[in-house]
């Protein structure tokens, strides 16, 4: 078994299809299928059933997946860590759900410190990844949200993954719709007047249940409902469907891609606790520190 079998098995399994992982992965089919052939007679264990319809994970090649994803994970930190022409170069990565300032906090690091050489890195990106670039070391902080809908799930994996969270803002539930929109000039809106009008949310993958959505009222039964993990997509569904998304309320004009939205006040009350974590007994890079030091600005609890 080595990295690049574990590799062609994601992306199979990433891509349900054996020639559509041959094609992003650059290699033949016969040579991807040998390769996976090669793997399951190793390890003794059926990863995919093969139909005439295509392939799909066996329950053994399913709990194989989730333990490749951690150590190919494992590989490319120590890869891009270790790697020698890169040896010379500043480090530091963050990893957050969909919040301006947790961008904004990033880029004053850069500017306070201005390293000659670096490869910084910031991951805009689902929840249990934040959960999991942060326990496994690929960010030393992580900006994460839950409302009192998952409120109890993402502290039980926050436990369960050794880490820390410390609250800096308590948000009331917000609508976001295009400037122009019907429902634009409102104070307040209750969120059954929104039924006629589809809802964008944000993608949480595999694990997208709403037990793991950044946006409140999670639990809500939206007849109409938008899945995307791309905000400058997000943003173009609601100007051209005349959608709504579920925020925080937090707009600002210099951010180019929320200039056209308008946000407001939902009557139905689920309020977002925000706040960043890091692993339980690390210590932080001085960018890490730098970057809390940002964040803390918007501290408001």
Known sequence: MNINQLKYALETAQSGSMREAATKLFVSQPALSTSIRELEEE?????????????SLTPEGSEFINYAKKAVGQYEILEDRYRVTDRDKERFSVSTQHYNFAIRSFTEVIK??????YSFSI???????????????KSEVGIISYSGANRDIIKKLMKEYSLEFTPLMRKETYMYVWKGHKLADRKTISIR???????????QGDNGNYYLNEEAMADYDFGKLIKSDDRATTMEILAELGGFSIGSGMLT???????GMVSVKL?????????????KGSRLSKYGEAYIEELLKYKEI
Not at 112 to 117: A, I, N, Q, S
């Open 43 to 55: 390890l003794g264990i059926t990863i995919f059933e093969r139909t005439n319809k295509g392939i």
């Open 253 to 259: 004009e210099d951010n180019a891609v929320l200039q």
């Open 123 to 137: 991951h805009e990106t689902k929840t249990n990844e934040v959960l999991l670039h942060v326990r496994d070391f």
């Open 112 to 117: 306070r410190f201005g390293p000659d050489r």
């Open 193 to 203: 007047e929104l039924e006629d009008f589809p809802c964008v949310s944000f993608d």
């Open 267 to 279: 009557e139905e009350e689920d309020p977002l606790t925000i706040g960043y974590i890091t692993r």
